[in-house]
């Protein structure tokens, strides 16, 4: 790389650049992108991915936040005809511009920390273009998405990308793989759109609102944190003892909870 294009890694954009070329592999590997595919990469930093996932043959559009990376990406994958460069906000940017009707979008990124969860949530909106996603995050933030009812891990994260994804843990990443090292371990995520909702709600607005109610004092029963929602009846018409936490629900348990919501709104 010539010393022109070189750059820094930012702390006001959450930058750490992977350089590990095991880890880089195993990432693509696990990616497994084919020719004909559409693959969409946020946040390509200085390319470490981006070089394989032309190689693959697929149709590559990235987005860039940090206009300092622009020239460094245009030199290196400029001319290359399946690359589309975009430079803007992935958390502003309306993803089913980069698909024909019918199409699927694969989404691949190293996403900065601070950004990870709006961000999640913003390509959820769009689940019914997207194939699947894989993400670098926080060993920590994955092990949310991952948790299962009962431990502390489930929460509100959990249950909303879940109700949309099949979630798999694939692998961890330590500091190492990065340059700067971050202060965390890292994880490969695997998020695939359920091709049918497993447990649809009638209200997924609803469902997120009662979620988020019951995990604002996950200590307290769902008696408690629900009481501005819905009454103790209400929650055992639901099928849900209300003397219990809400870490302890699976996910079918609050959806059931939240088209009671709905049906008390309805009847309201």
Same mark, same amino acid.
């Given at each position: 790389?010539?010393?022109?294009?070189?750059?820094?890694?930012?702390?006001?954009?959450?930058?750490?650049?992977?350089?590990?070329?095991?880890?880089?592999?195993?990432?693509?590997?696990?990616?497994?992108?084919?020719?004909?595919?559409?693959?969409?990469?946020?946040?390509?930093?200085?390319?470490?991915?981006?070089?394989?996932?032309?190689?693959?043959?697929?149709?590559?559009?990235?987005?860039?936040?940090?206009?300092?990376?622009?020239?460094?990406?245009?030199?290196?994958?400029?001319?290359?005809?399946?690359?589309?460069?975009?430079?803007?906000?992935?958390?502003?940017?309306?993803?089913?511009?980069?698909?024909?009707?019918?199409?699927?979008? &694969? =989404? %691949?990124?190293?996403?900065?920390?601070?950004?990870?969860?709006? !961000?999640?949530?913003? #390509?959820?909106?769009?689940? @019914?273009?997207?194939?699947?996603?894989?993400?670098?995050?926080?060993?920590?933030?994955?092990?949310?998405?991952?948790?299962?009812?009962?431990?502390?891990?489930?929460?509100?994260?959990?249950?909303?990308?879940?109700?949309?994804?099949?979630?798999?843990?694939?692998?961890?990443?330590?500091?190492?793989?990065?340059?700067?090292?971050?202060?965390?371990?890292?994880?490969?995520?695997?998020?695939?759109?359920?091709?049918?909702?497993?447990?649809?709600?009638?209200?997924?607005?609803?469902?997120? &609102? =009662? %979620?988020?109610?019951?995990?604002?004092?996950?200590?307290?029963? !769902?008696?408690?944190? #629900?009481?501005?929602?819905? @009454?103790?009846?209400?929650?055992?018409?639901?099928?849900?003892?209300?003397?219990?936490?809400?870490?302890?629900?699976?996910?079918?348990?609050?959806?059931?909870?939240?088209?009671?919501?709905?049906?008390?709104?309805?009847?309201?």
């Amino acid at each position: 790389m010539s010393e022109l294009y070189q750059h820094r890694a930012r702390k006001r954009f959450g930058q750490n650049f992977l350089h590990d070329a095991g880890v880089i592999h195993r990432i693509l590997r696990a990616i497994h992108a084919r020719p004909g595919q559409r693959l969409l990469e946020i946040g390509p930093g200085q390319g470490a991915l981006t070089e394989g996932l032309l190689g693959s043959g697929a149709q590559l559009d990235v987005i860039e936040l940090d206009q300092d990376l622009i020239p460094l990406l245009k030199l290196r994958f400029g001319l290359e005809p399946r690359f589309t460069l975009h430079q803007g906000d992935a958390m502003k940017f309306d993803f089913a511009t980069l698909v024909s009707p019918g199409e699927k979008l &694969r =989404v %691949v990124g190293n996403l900065p920390y601070n950004i990870s969860t709006p !961000l999640i949530f913003h #390509l959820l909106a769009h689940a @019914s273009i997207i194939e699947d996603m894989h993400f670098m995050l926080q060993k920590e933030v994955v092990e949310r998405l991952a948790a299962t009812p009962g431990g502390g891990d489930w929460g509100r994260l959990s249950i909303m990308v879940q109700y949309f994804c099949r979630v798999e843990h694939l692998f961890n990443v330590g500091p190492g793989a990065f340059n700067p090292p971050p202060k965390v371990d890292s994880a490969i995520v695997r998020l695939v759109p359920h091709a049918e909702l497993p447990h649809p709600a009638r209200d997924h607005r609803l469902l997120e &609102r =009662v %979620v988020r109610e019951a995990f604002n004092q996950r200590r307290k029963t !769902l008696r408690n944190t #629900l009481r501005q929602l819905l @009454s103790a009846e209400q929650i055992e018409a639901a099928g849900v003892d209300g003397s219990l936490r809400p870490e302890q629900l699976d996910l079918a348990a609050f959806v059931r909870l939240a088209d009671q919501l709905a049906d008390a709104q309805a009847s309201a």
